[in-house]
Every structure is written in C-alpha cells, then in structure tokens.
C-alpha cells in the first residue's frame, strides 16, 4: 500500500497529533491497537481492520481514535504497551500480537474489552473458557496456525519429490514453537520424513541457520509464523534465492514479498473480522458475548518468479489449486 493511501486511511493520526486533534480525541472513543510486528509490514492488514472500522461507522481522527503501538518484533515489549494503553483508558484493544502477549492481554481485559488476533487455540492458551462461549472481557479471531503445518509439510513434498531432510525454522524465545513443533513432528512421523528444527531469535541468526540448512542438505525449509519472520520477510526470501532452498511460510504475504509458496488462513480476512468487532463492542456489545472467531478462508499462494530463479519445476495439479498465483 502507498504511503499517501494509508495515511489517508489512518486519518493523518498515524503522523503526529496536531493539538487540535489532541483535543478532540479527549471527546471520542479511543482504540489501542498494539501489535508485534511494524506498520511498514502490516500496512495491509491496517487498511484491512480500519475498512471494517469504517463501515461501523467510525472513522479514525473524526469520531474515534486509534492509539498504535508497534514492537517490530521485540517481543519482550509487548506487555509495557500493552500495559501503557491500558493506563490510557483506551474504550477497547486489539492486539495484533504474538502469543508471547496472551499473558498481558489477560491482564488487560480485567480492566478493558480485548479483541486478539491469534494464530493458536485460544481455549488452549488458557484465554478464552470456550470459542462460542469466550465469558470474561476477551475474545477475538484465531488463524488456528500450528493446526494447518502438516499441511504445509505435505504441500512442500508434492513440489519436491526428493525431500531426504526438511528444516524448520523457529523463534524459541517465542513459546508459539513449542506447538508448532509438536505439529510438524506428528506430522512428519506420519510421513516417514526427517525434519531437523534451526532457531533464529533476531535477524543475525538468519544466516546461520541458511548456512546450517546448505550444510545439512536440506532438501526445503519451513518457516515457523512469528512476528520477527513477518517484519523481516523479505530478507528471508533473499536469503532462501541466495542459497537456493525451496521454502513454504504460514502467509501469503511471504509469497508476495518473493517467498515461493505460502498456505494458511487469510490474515486480510481476519483483521477485517477483528475490526468488525471492535465497531461491535464500541457500539455496546460485550466481548464475553461475541464467539471467538475461527478461519474460513484459506489461501495457497505459488510464486513463479521464485520456481524459476530455483529452477523448479511446479506440478500442474498443484498450480491448478492454487488461490493465488504470482508471475
């Protein structure tokens, strides 16, 4: 998205608060949004949560305000904004965040609705008491993230016939790859496939784990959803051309930034979804009242531009099925 366009969206308020609109904002509601990635990679998916916003009839900067608060993968950050919004007496948060938060957005929905966005089982993480029955003062839209990585493992496998070792990408310090682990690992024994985990913690781990996966042959790599991976996408799909591995992501946003193959649940849709119900609890709904979300729309994105700088041929059966297909 152009930067002229999203500024547009974000109704001037994403630059710097001219006094009078300091002084409005004191007269309408406030919306803290805090999320784990950066603006400049989740610009999209802004424009996605402002559109619902929109059509519930709030306009940022006109009759409500929207607080951002960006961590650009510095995970650790996540609870002192969240808890810095809550001392702003914001009317509702959406926490575009990583799971490392659910914590912190726990504590935050004792005092203020919390609508999260969540690639994990949010019954499971101990936050909501059921997805139709959420109760308390939290509820949101999960992408159901570690569910869909066997599917991701076979999608990998159908492209590439010799598949001897995979590797798998994770962020330890993030606790989502403990799951997202346990997953790959059934799934992988289900297959009879060996899978081999590399941690990359910040950006200067990138090109030690590519160098492990060149060392140990790897015939592919998976890469684990993490806020980190997300704000750094294109680097890694540099980095995947460079040292020619195949690699599938969890976003289609990987695909698009040059990534070869991505599959899971539509991000777009679910900030879309997210911002339907922060105009809901705004309106008045509670949040114990509105189910948790889960995804309906799944996408498989092929970049050709990326199969042929790696020389890959893509089966046609494979193509046929794909939702998105980048030439």
């Not at 950050?77 to 007496?89: N, Q, T, Y």
């Not at 001897?164 to 403990?178: E, G, K, R, T």
């Not at 682990?181 to 590399?198: C, D, F, H, K, P």
Request: without cysteine; charged residues 20%; proline residues 4%.
């Amino acid at each position: 998205m152009k930067r002229r366009e999203l500024i547009t969206l974000l109704g001037g308020a994403a630059t710097a608060w001219p006094l009078a609109a300091r002084a409005q904002q004191a007269t309408m509601p406030v919306v803290g949004f805090v999320s784990g990635r950066s603006l400049a990679s989740d610009s999209d998916l802004v424009a996605a949560f402002l559109r619902a916003l929109n059509e519930a009839g709030y306009v940022n900067g006109q009759n409500v305000a929207i607080e951002f608060r960006w961590a650009d993968g510095q995970l650790d950050r996540l609870p002192e904004l969240l808890a810095d919004l809550v001392e702003r007496k914001v009317a509702v948060i959406f926490g575009g965040a990583s799971d490392t938060a659910a914590g912190a957005l726990r504590v935050a929905a004792a005092t203020v609705p919390v609508v999260f966005a969540t690639g994990s089982d949010p019954v499971a993480a101990g936050l909501v008491a059921s997805l139709n029955r959420p109760g308390g003062n939290l509820t949101g839209v999960t992408v159901i993230t570690n569910a869909l990585w066997p599917k991701r493992l076979e999608l990998v496998r159908e492209l590439i016939s010799q598949t001897s070792l995979i590797a798998f990408l994770v962020n330890w310090s993030n606790a989502n790859h403990i799951p997202a682990m346990r997953e790959l690992s059934a799934a992988a024994r289900s297959l009879g496939q060996e899978v081999m985990a590399l941690n990359a913690s910040a950006e200067t781990d990138f090109e030690a784990a590519f160098a492990t996966v060149t060392e140990r042959r790897a015939s592919a790599l998976v890469v684990s959803d993490d806020a980190l991976f997300m704000n750094r996408r294109a680097t890694l799909a540099a980095l995947a051309a460079r040292h020619a591995i195949p690699a599938i992501y969890g976003r289609r946003e990987f695909a698009a930034s040059g990534g070869l193959m991505s599959y899971g649940a539509s991000t777009l849709d679910q900030y879309y979804q997210s911002g339907v119900y922060v105009g809901r609890i705004l309106k008045g709904t509670k949040a114990a009242d509105l189910p948790f979300l889960q995804p309906t729309k799944f996408e498989l994105a092929i970049n050709l531009k990326t199969a042929k700088v790696l020389a890959l041929e893509v089966p046609p059966t494979l193509l046929a099925r794909a939702d998105e297909v980048i030439e």
